[in-house]
């Protein structure tokens, strides 16, 4: 198993392009997550899903947005990227299947300038 | 929602010696909580987790302990290790809420002095 993989790693964005993040897992689990991480901060969670077609938000969900066409794939979509957007974004995945575990994907290091 | 805080955010302790790092939660329907290690440029890995139906988890080195009555748990390490060094995260999950959510403190950065 490869567990959860992200592409890309790295990524600099002028402001106001658009970008997709992508993340796939493949332990069949039904829950999704994407998180942001600021230097020095905690994980914050931006959307999650708990199955294919089921999204909603999470604590900082303003400037994302997400879809789940299937059990094993959650991109996120950056629309405008500002500044504030500049982070280290982690999928994970999870849910009773995991035993409530969430595992976490290698990050995407994303700039914007 | 739910609020975690997390103490100390910064920690050094000689090699060999024990640390304890604190968290304290809000919501009184969170009953899962585990505990993550963050090494520099790397994932969140899971390392020790605990269920409100049970006091304390231990796993060679690693301990968890829950006081459901004060809201708080706490992650002790004991003989650490060069190793151990890194960002450690709690999270508080209250599991009947839909999805899973969990909600993170803001983290405690280790150093263990050789």
């Known amino acids: 198993n490869a567990g959860v993989t992200q592409t890309p790693k790295f990524r600099i964005l002028k402001i106001g392009q658009s970008m997709t993040l992508q993340c796939t897992q493949d332990m069949n689990h039904n829950y999704m997550y994407w998180y942001r991480q600021d230097p020095g901060m905690g994980l914050k969670l931006i959307y999650y899903s708990v199955g294919a077609g089921i999204t909603d938000k999470g604590e900082v969900p303003n400037g994302y947005n997400v879809s789940r066409s299937t059990t094993e794939d959650f991109p996120l979509r950056l629309e405008l990227a500002a500044p504030s957007q500049t982070s280290v974004y982690f999928c994970a995945s999870g849910g009773w299947t995991s035993g409530l575990k969430q595992y976490f994907g290698p990050g995407t290091r994303l700039t914007v300038t | 929602g739910e609020n975690v805080e997390q103490h100390p955010s910064t920690l050094s302790v000689q090699e060999g010696d024990s640390a304890v790092i604190k968290c304290t939660y809000s919501?009184?329907?969170?009953?899962?909580f585990p505990w993550y290690k963050q090494e520099l440029g790397k994932r969140p890995q899971l390392i020790i987790d605990i269920r409100s139906n049970v006091g304390e988890k231990k796993d060679q080195r690693i301990a968890v302990t829950l006081n459901k009555t004060a809201k708080h748990f706490s992650l002790h390490i004991t003989e650490t290790q060069p190793e151990d060094s890194a960002v450690y995260f709690c999270?508080?999950?209250?599991?009947?809420?839909?999805?899973?959510?969990?909600?993170f403190g803001t983290g405690t950065s280790l150093t263990v002095i050789p």
């Open positions: 919501d009184s329907a969170s009953n899962y």
């Open positions: 999270a508080a999950s209250p599991t009947a809420n839909t999805g899973n959510q969990f909600y």
